[in-house]
């Protein structure tokens, strides 16, 4: 089912080795009742996590925090047709990985409003929207010729451009 890290029953998620999570339902990294959650991604750690809800940190959890700082150690895979959001919006631990939402139907995608969040990886959803002022985001060229469990071929950008008009949409062919 669901899984909420942050709360009184688990407020930290610690991860020493290769694990697989599969999640049937929504992954909240949050604070409940004021405790911070974080997953806590050790120098020897690896994840590949399956979420067949929502995926959300939000500004009240404290995120993930990669001991590993390498993009391919975290694999995040929204793999189903929820119309959940999905969201990083985390500034006190930048995300260190590969969100993959490709099928996801909610009017958002995966959606960031918090102009503190930076994410090195990459992120590839149906529909990507950043509300916030000075999102970064560094695509790690490494993951170009990773092979990620779950995704059909490594994705690499070829064409990137800022659009300066703040009505004007990116359309993809």
Not at 16 to 36: A, M, Q, R, V, W
Not at 44 to 57: L, M, N, P, R, W
Not at 64 to 82: Q, V
Not at 99 to 111: D, E, F, V
Request: hydrophobic share 30%; aromatic share 10%; proline share 4%.
């Amino acid at each position: 089912s669901s899984l909420t890290i942050g709360g009184s029953s688990i407020q930290y998620l610690n991860i020493n080795g290769p694990e697989i999570l599969y999640i049937s339902g929504d992954l909240f990294i949050t604070n409940s009742s004021g405790n911070n959650g974080r997953i806590n991604l050790s120098s020897t750690g690896s994840a590949e996590i399956h979420v067949t809800g929502a995926f959300k940190a939000d500004a009240g959890g404290e995120g993930i925090l990669s001991y590993t700082n390498d993009p391919k150690s975290l694999i995040i895979i929204c793999d189903t047709t929820s119309s959940a959001d999905h969201f990083y919006s985390e500034g006190v631990n930048d995300l260190y990985g590969v969100i993959y939402a490709p099928y996801t139907t909610s009017t958002h995608g995966y959606y960031n409003n918090n102009t503190a969040t930076e994410i090195f990886g990459a992120v590839l959803a149906k529909k990507i929207t950043f509300s916030g002022a000075n999102m970064n985001i560094h695509y790690d060229t490494s993951l170009r010729y990773t092979t990620i469990p779950g995704v059909d071929q490594p994705y690499a950008i070829t064409e990137w451009r800022k659009l300066t008009d703040p009505n004007e949409r990116a359309v993809l062919p």
